[in-house]
């Protein structure tokens, strides 16, 4: 491991302890309430030594999106350069689901129901990550795709629905099976992705 590599992961290292530190904050004070200086404090660190790290709270309270979207991202580069698109995205979503942590998972969302119920500018920010989210996995699936096929316009407003769908298809199964076992999450997002595969074949629908 080169010293670059060992300096990002213990750079990413912190990251994470600053967030776990700062989490445990918004629940106990609020997200309102907690201040960059509290969550520094908490830390052990300095403010500055904080900015080094995050831009700001916000920052903080979205890293663990900002890794998720980066494990589909790793997920997708992943896989065969020739897979039809929306295989890739399936195998994505499934794999970055089998990394989960049920007790994980209900803390984060509890804290997130907790933020957006006093904080409701948090949630208009979420709906801009996941935008700006689904704009990056579908360009790296239509650079892949145009490096095989023909751009088209059409097509690439269907790679779009199949990016959208995808992450409507994440939410309503972490809505709709929140108080069950992990392995019935698995179990719902699997056919719940494939009663949304499209018809084209060539974007890995069912051969006819």
């Known amino acids: 491991m080169t010293k670059s590599t060992l300096r990002e992961v213990s750079r990413q290292a912190m990251r994470q302890r600053i967030s776990e530190i700062a989490e445990d904050l918004f629940v106990s004070r609020g997200y309102d309430a907690t201040t960059v200086e509290n969550i520094a404090r908490e830390a052990e660190i300095s403010e ?31 896989r065969p350069p020739d897979e039809a698109p ?3 995205l399936r195998h994505a979503l499934e794999s970055a689901m089998e990394n989960l942590d049920q007790e994980s998972v209900a803390k984060r969302e ?13 949630l208009a920010q979420y709906f801009a990550r996941v935008h700006a989210s689904q704009q990056e996995l579908c360009e790296i699936l239509w650079t ?9 316009a059409d097509t690439r407003v269907i790679f779009r629905a199949l990016v959208s769908s995808m992450f409507a298809v994440l939410n309503e199964v972490e809505l709709a099976t929140r108080e069950r076992p992990l392995a019935e999450r698995r179990r719902m997002l699997r056919e719940t992705l494939e009663a949304v595969r499209p018809a084209r074949e060539d974007l890995g629908g069912k051969p006819k």
């Open 144 to 152: 892949r795709w145009t490096v095989r096929h023909q751009a088209d």
């Open 48 to 78: 500055r030594t904080f900015f080094r790290y995050f831009a700001s709270k916000v920052e903080v309270l979205f890293l663990r999106f900002e890794v998720d979207t980066r494990g589909l991202v790793d997920a997708i580069e992943a």
């Open 86 to 88: 929306w295989l890739t």
């Open 110 to 122: 509890a804290l997130f129901r907790k933020i957006t119920e006093t904080a409701p500018q948090i």
